[in-house]
């Protein structure tokens, strides 16, 4: 990238600049609801022709998830899911406390959910779910050498640990029983990890 001055600008720079573009600059920030999880606010802002807008936006504390891989099968939890009133089959999953690791979160809710400790614990990869209104971000992680254990569930938290082929993972995909961004992002990923042996960002 160059400058009206014919001046090549370093990488990170360009870099920066490129976060930048169409910069929308907050005028001001409504706090709408603040609960255990998740916060609403409404920025009022400029946009890049001058005009303003407003913006909901809900901030989040982060997130893990967890690709956890025995005997080339992939450990998941069926749960029930209130906002969209139906039960599904996900990877194990969970926010991050305040102050935690990702890694250290996913060794966390791979234990509190399956029971399973991992040997090995690799990034694939960190992703936002719904950057049009949310800043949650999903670490994700492939979880391998498995070593069963015991499960350490929230008092309101029900579910049932159970075990994948790829096919079957695949075939939840088609009939709808995993419809989660996160698991099928996984899911994807583990095909990709068996055709190349290869996983990560």
């Known amino acids: 990238m160059r400058t009206g001055n014919n001046v090549e600008l ?7 600049n490129n976060h930048r573009k169409f910069e929308e600059k ?34 989040h504390p982060g997130a893990v998830a967890v690709l956890a891989l025995h005997d080339d099968r992939m450990i998941v939890v069926e749960q029930y899911r209130k906002p969209l009133g139906r039960s599904e089959v996900e990877i194990p999953a969970g926010k991050l406390d305040p102050g935690e690791e990702p890694h250290r979160a996913a060794e966390r809710e791979l234990e509190e959910e399956t029971g399973y400790r991992c040997e090995s614990l690799r990034l ?22 498995l070593v069963p254990g015991a499960m350490r569930l929230d008092e309101d938290e029900f579910l049932e640990c159970e075990s994948l082929t790829l096919e079957e993972a695949q075939q939840y995909i088609a009939e709808g029983k995993i ?9 994807y990923a583990w095909q990709i990890y068996r055709l190349t042996g290869q996983i990560g960002s």
């Open 10 to 16: 370093p990488l990170e720079v360009q870099a920066v």
């Open 124 to 145: 694939i990869n960190s992703f936002y779910t719904s950057p049009g209104f949310a800043d949650e971000i999903i670490h994700l992680y492939l979880a391998e050498g």
């Open 179 to 187: 419809s989660d961004a996160k698991t099928i992002l996984a899911v």
């Open 26 to 59: 907050t005028i001001k920030t409504e706090k709408i609801f603040q609960g255990n999880i998740i916060s609403l606010q409404v920025d009022t802002v400029t946009l890049p022709n001058g005009k303003q807008a407003t913006r909901e936006i809900v901030k």
